[in-house]
């Protein structure tokens, strides 16, 4: 058998009856959808029964590699998390880097799919083909930290990799977060409250097998290339590897679009205190990486101070979280800025949901709106670096107002009532990431259509699509053309770009048929009403965002997708071409007939292709 990155391997777990088994699919079931958002969405879609609420033990639980996840490549460190959403009750969905992902690829394993509850808390221990549970009990109520170590110990091998959840997970905090390596994150979507629904704690994973590549010719020279793009000054990514992604508060902060106090306002006095400079100088102990990756754009933080201590393990504060729990909170201290990304990253919380929900609330408290549910009397100022981690710690234990606000934003508003709503930054549900659509068209475009909602990756748009399906990195300048070259490279496949792009229709359209089933709308497909008003203060504060804007680019995406362009829901044709019988998974009441037949020969979908010839090596 000629060499490939594909394992044909997927394993599945039923918890309930602590019973585990190999699934292989075939060739071309990889070859159909690759892995990533593709696996999740033909799981969810063919398993998770319609209306399942997303902590019944029915809900699937998938991990997803790609095919490139595992081969020595930089930006081949990623892995994708799904199931229901039980903060949006819709499609969800998340990637990771670190070394995980590729530590499951080396166990020999393409995927983990995960069904029912265990009666006790466990963890998974797989070693290459052995796979067990063990207890977990000792674990539960621990932090990331202290549970990593212990299943080391306890295994007696330092080399395991361990994803896993914090408390919030176990309290059912809707936006936990799955946390590998202690400082990379399936964030987005609340899928380490699904997990803790099922009461894993953690699983861990040990491989032994190289993971193999048909071609390692193109491997090679593209780790070459990636390697003096990020030495070189002038390289494409050697600002990443110099800054991470925080130099964007500054640039930001100039242009008038940081996002400040629940996304009132465009600019703050004292913004440059948790700048990347300001990173750099004062707390980065040194940059790291994820597997394989000669980038190296991810920052380590110590602080040793009288009333602050943060160690490196758990990473440091990219853009996101810098925005989400400092800007956005008013909050610039650099040092509880830091502190409050640790506690994120032991309690298992995702920062973007934690950080917006949090500015909703001391919106709301600004307000005077909060008296009816802070019986505790917990104090929430914009700016206070005390309430801040306060309200960190007290949303992921539900301790006091912390238990209505571990709802998420969204849904803390419906409870208090009112007006409320219309302070909350979200799109169907999750709260919007630290990007504002009012200067940033590519957001404009992006946030509406995402089939997880306010997620700032771009997951309804191609470039991202692909990349979190083949399995690399958002952030390493691969054109399509590149990560077509690769992904055939390591498969032995000879994928042709409309087959790549067709790739691509297919996974967002079984999301996209998953959020309708569950009763998603068109009208979900639209940005909160924050975001139509003029920022408060700066450049833009004389600019409105028009909604007719926004509904003529929506309706003009679901045309390119092949679907209604009133209703977005696809058109029969187009799941034909795509190879998905609506009939047989009991979905004939979500699609639609094309009102005027397609010419013969023609695609239901707008084929979206890149003139480039890719990267000179």
């Known amino acids: 058998m000629a060499p490939t990155s594909i394992q044909n391997r997927i394993l599945r777990v039923d918890l309930t009856e602590r019973r585990c088994w190999t699934e292989q699919p075939g060739d071309a079931f990889f070859r159909k959808h690759l892995g990533g958002r593709n696996f999740i969405a033909h799981y969810l879609l063919t398993e998770t029964p319609r209306g399942a609420d997303a902590f019944d033990p029915v809900n699937r639980l998938v991990f997803a590699m790609g095919p490139t996840t595992g081969v020595a490549l930089p930006g081949a460190g990623r892995h994708s998390v799904g199931a229901k959403s039980p903060l949006t009750g819709l499609f969800g969905e998340s990637e990771a880097g670190g070394y995980w992902g590729s530590e499951l690829k080396q166990a020999g394993w393409d995927g983990i799919v995960i069904q029912g509850r265990a009666s006790e808390p466990v963890y998974l221990w797989i070693k290459?083909?052995?796979?067990?549970?063990?207890?977990?009990?000792h674990l539960?109520?621990?932090?990331?930290?202290?549970?990593?170590?212990?299943?080391?110990?306890?295994?007696?091998?330092?080399?395991?990799?361990?994803?896993?959840?914090?408390?919030?997970?176990?309290?059912?905090?809707?936006?936990?977060?799955?946390?590998?390596?202690?400082?990379?994150?399936?964030?987005?979507?609340g899928l380490g409250a699904v997990m803790g629904s099922k009461n894993l704690k953690a699983i861990a994973v040990?491989?032994?097998?190289?993971?193999?590549?048909?071609?390692?010719?193109?491997?090679?020279?593209?780790?070459?290339?990636?390697?003096?793009?990020?030495?070189?000054?002038?390289?494409?990514?050697?600002?990443?590897?110099?800054?991470?992604?925080?130099?964007?508060?500054?640039?930001?902060?100039?242009?008038?679009?940081?996002?400040?106090?629940?996304?009132?306002?465009?600019?703050?006095?004292?913004?440059?205190?948790i700048d990347a400079i300001a990173m750099r100088d004062q707390v980065i102990d040194h940059m790291d990486r994820c597997f394989a990756c000669s980038v190296r754009c991810k920052k380590r933080v110590k602080i040793d101070a009288p009333r602050v201590k943060v160690r490196p393990k758990y990473g440091g504060p990219e853009y996101e979280t810098l925005a989400a729990i400092g800007t956005n909170t008013g909050v610039t201290?650099?040092?509880?800025?830091?502190?409050?990304?640790?506690?994120?990253?032991?309690?298992?919380?995702?920062?973007?949901?934690?950080?917006?929900?949090?500015?909703?609330?001391?919106?709301?408290h600004e307000m005077g709106r909060l008296r009816d549910v802070n019986g505790d009397g917990q104090s929430l100022e914009f700016g206070s670096a005390q309430d801040l981690l306060d309200l960190?710690?007290?949303?992921?234990?539900?301790?006091?107002?912390?238990?209505?606000?571990?709802?998420?934003?969204?849904?803390?508003?419906?409870?208090?009532?009112?007006?409320?709503?219309?302070?909350?930054?979200?799109?169907?549900?999750?709260?919007?990431?630290?990007?504002?659509?009012?200067?940033?068209?590519?957001?404009?475009?992006n946030y509406p259509i995402t089939p997880t909602g306010g997620d700032h990756t771009g997951a309804g748009l191609k470039r991202t699509s692909v990349r979190n399906t083949v399995g690399l990195c958002q952030f390493l300048d691969y054109d399509d053309t590149k990560a077509l070259e690769l992904l055939n490279a390591v498969t032995g496949w000879d994928m042709t770009p409309e087959?790549?792009?067709?790739?691509?229709?297919?996974?967002?359209?079984?999301?996209?048929?998953?959020?309708?089933?569950?009763?998603?709308t068109a009208r979900d497909d639209r940005l909160?009403?924050?975001?139509?008003?003029?920022?408060?203060?700066?450049?833009?504060?004389?600019?409105?965002?028009?909604?007719?804007?926004?509904?003529?680019?929506?309706?003009?995406?679901?045309?390119?997708?092949?679907?209604?362009?009133?209703?977005?829901?696809?058109?029969?044709?187009?799941?034909?071409?795509?190879?998905?019988?609506?009939?047989?998974?009991?979905?004939?009441?979500?699609?639609?007939?094309?009102?005027?037949?397609?010419?013969?020969?023609?695609?239901?979908?707008?084929?979206?292709?890149?003139?480039?010839?890719?990267?000179?090596?």
């Open 499 to 520: 087959e790549l792009h067709e790739t691509f229709e297919r996974g967002l359209t079984m999301a996209r048929l998953f959020n309708l089933r569950e009763g998603m």
């Open 128 to 137: 290459d083909d052995q796979v067990e549970f063990r207890d977990a009990s």
């Open 333 to 364: 201290d650099i040092m509880a800025v830091c502190k409050g990304n640790e506690m994120l990253n032991y309690l298992g919380m995702d920062s973007i949901s934690a950080g917006a929900t949090i500015a909703w609330a001391m919106e709301m």
């Open 392 to 445: 960190i710690e007290k949303i992921a234990y539900r301790d006091g107002i912390g238990d209505l606000l571990a709802e998420g934003a969204l849904r803390a508003a419906r409870t208090i009532g009112g007006d409320a709503e219309d302070y909350v930054v979200h799109v169907k549900g999750l709260e919007v990431a630290m990007h504002d659509p009012r200067a940033m068209k590519d957001m404009r475009d």
């Open 140 to 189: 539960w109520g621990k932090i990331t930290g202290p549970v990593e170590t212990a299943i080391r110990e306890e295994l007696g091998d330092q080399q395991i990799r361990v994803t896993q959840i914090g408390p919030a997970g176990e309290n059912l905090v809707r936006y936990a977060c799955i946390v590998n390596d202690l400082n990379e994150v399936a964030g987005r979507t």
């Open 528 to 617: 909160p009403e924050r975001l139509h008003q003029p920022i408060r203060q700066g450049p833009l504060s004389d600019y409105r965002l028009p909604r007719e804007e926004v509904r003529t680019y929506v309706q003009g995406y679901y045309r390119d997708r092949g679907w209604d362009p009133d209703k977005g829901r696809p058109y029969t044709d187009t799941l034909e071409h795509l190879g998905f019988d609506a009939s047989e998974a009991d979905l004939e009441d979500l699609v639609t007939e094309r009102p005027e037949p397609l010419p013969v020969g023609a695609l239901p979908y707008t084929l979206e292709l890149e003139s480039t010839a890719g990267h000179e090596e």
């Open 206 to 273: 040990r491989g032994s097998r190289r993971v193999q590549v048909a071609d390692r010719d193109p491997v090679k020279d593209t780790a070459r290339w990636v390697a003096r793009e990020t030495l070189g000054e002038g390289g494409s990514h050697h600002r990443l590897h110099t800054w991470g992604t925080g130099a964007m508060v500054r640039s930001k902060q100039l242009e008038g679009h940081l996002i400040v106090h629940n996304f009132r306002d465009g600019q703050l006095d004292g913004a440059g205190n």
